[in-house]
C-alpha cells in the first residue's frame, strides 16, 4: 500500500452487478468523491445477491412449470426494481424484463464477469460495472446471457477475445471466491453492504446510506480530520470527471456538484456535448453523458 492510499479512507462497497439498490445509490458515492476530493478509494466486492433463484420462486409459482415460476419471479422483481427508482432518481426500466430463465438460474455470471473485468482491464473495471448495471435494469437487457456480457465488456472498451478467454478460466472464479470469501468474513449476510476503514479502523454499515450519513461517519473513523468541502462546477472538473466514469447520470452530475435542480445540471452536462466531448446515451424515460473516449 502507497502512502496515499494510507492516507483514504477504502470504502469496500458488497454488491452485485443485478442490484437496483446499488445503481439507485450512484448519485451518493459521486457526490462523496467530489466532495472529499482524492481521501475516498472505492472496491466493489461481489456478493452474488441470487445464488439460485428457485430458492426464491413462491411454491404456488410451481404448479405451472418451472417456466412460468420463473416468469412469476421475474414479474415481482420488475416491480421491486421500479418502487427502487425514487430512491435515487435513476430511470429504471422494466419493460419485457426476463433476468432469468430455468437455464440462467443465477446472478453468478453476472459476479464472473466483473471479476474478469479486473483480470482483463482493471482500469476498465468499474465502468464495465456501472454499464452491467445499466444494461440490466435500465435498458432491459437479459444480462445474465452470456452474449450480453460480452456484449457490454466491448462497449466499454474492452478487448472481447481477452474478456471470452477469461471468463470461463478458473482465475475469474478463485478471484470472486475471494470476494465471497470477505463478505462471510465481515458477516455480510444482507445486500446493500459497505466496509470503511482508515488508519486500521473498521465501520461496517448495512442496508441505504445517503450522503449525510456516510460523511458523518467518514468524520467518526477519522476522528473529524476529514471534511467534506464544495467542489467548483467548472469544465475543467466535470471533464475529469467524465474521464474517471465514462457514463453519468445528469442526477448524479447533480449530486456531484451541488446544483439545485436535475435541469441546472442538464445544461452544464450539455457543455460537453456542444464541444464534442461527449455525446448522449439515450434510455427509455432518461439519458446518460458518455465520454467519447470511452468508445
Same mark, same amino acid.
Given at each position: %500500500? *502507497?502512502?496515499?492510499? !494510507? ?10 452487478? %443485478? %442490484?437496483?439498490?446499488? &445503481? ?13 476530493? $482524492? @481521501? #475516498?478509494?472505492?472496491?466493489?466486492? %461481489?456478493?452474488? #445477491?441470487?445464488?439460485?433463484? +428457485? ?7 410451481? /404448479? ?7 416468469? @412469476? &419471479?421475474?414479474?415481482?422483481? !420488475?416491480?421491486? +426494481? ?15 424484463? =426476463? ?6 438460474? *443465477? *446472478? ?21 460495472? &456501472?454499464?452491467? @448495471? ?5 435498458? =432491459?437487457?437479459?444480462? /445474465? ?5 460480452? !456484449?457490454?465488456?466491448?462497449? /466499454? ?28 468474513? +465481515? ?6 453492504? =459497505?466496509?470503511?476503514? &482508515? ?43 467524465? !474521464?474517471?466514469?465514462?457514463?453519468? *447520470? ?25 464541444? $464534442? ?19
Amino acid at each position: %500500500m *502507497s502512502a496515499a492510499d !494510507a492516507e483514504r479512507v477504502l470504502v469496500s462497497v458488497f454488491t452485485d452487478p %443485478m %442490484m437496483g439498490l446499488s &445503481y439507485e445509490t450512484s448519485p451518493v458515492f459521486r457526490k462523496l468523491e467530489t466532495h472529499f476530493p $482524492g @481521501r #475516498l478509494a472505492f472496491r466493489y466486492v %461481489m456478493s452474488l #445477491l441470487v445464488r439460485d433463484v +428457485y430458492e426464491l420462486v413462491e411454491p404456488s409459482d410451481w /404448479t405451472d412449470g418451472e417456466v412460468t415460476a420463473i416468469e @412469476r &419471479y421475474n414479474a415481482r422483481l !420488475a416491480k421491486i +426494481y421500479e418502487e427502487e427508482e425514487p430512491i435515487g432518481g435513476l430511470p429504471i426500466n422494466m419493460e419485457g424484463f =426476463c433476468l432469468f430463465a430455468p437455464e440462467r438460474p *443465477s *446472478s453468478l455470471p453476472l459476479n464472473v464477469a466483473y471479476k474478469t473485468a479486473q483480470l482483463v482491464a482493471p482500469r476498465e473495471a468499474d465502468a464495465f460495472l &456501472y454499464r452491467l @448495471r445499466l444494461a440490466t435494469v435500465a435498458e =432491459c437487457r437479459p444480462t /445474465t446471457k452470456r452474449e450480453e456480457i460480452f !456484449a457490454v465488456a466491448a462497449e /466499454t472498451g474492452i478487448d472481447e477475445a481477452a474478456f471470452r478467454n477469461l471468463y470461463d478460466g478458473p482465475a475469474a472464479r478463485r478471484a470472486l471466491n475471494a470476494d465471497l470469501a470477505l463478505a462471510r468474513a +465481515y458477516g455480510i449476510r444482507a445486500l446493500p453492504a =459497505c466496509l470503511l476503514e &482508515y488508519r486500521g479502523q473498521k465501520i461496517v454499515t448495512s442496508g441505504m446510506i445517503g450522503y449525510d450519513a456516510f460523511a458523518e461517519l467518514i468524520g467518526k473513523l477519522t476522528n473529524g480530520e476529514l471534511q467534506p468541502t464544495r467542489p467548483a462546477a467548472s469544465i475543467a472538473a466535470l471533464r475529469e470527471f467524465l !474521464a474517471a466514469h465514462p457514463l453519468l *447520470s445528469p442526477i448524479e452530475i447533480r449530486e456531484a456538484f451541488d446544483f439545485s435542480t436535475t435541469e441546472e445540471a442538464e445544461a452544464f452536462a450539455r457543455l460537453l456535448i456542444e464541444s $464534442g466531448e461527449a455525446t448522449v446515451h439515450p434510455v427509455p424515460r432518461g439519458w446518460f453523458l458518455e465520454s467519447k473516449k470511452e468508445k
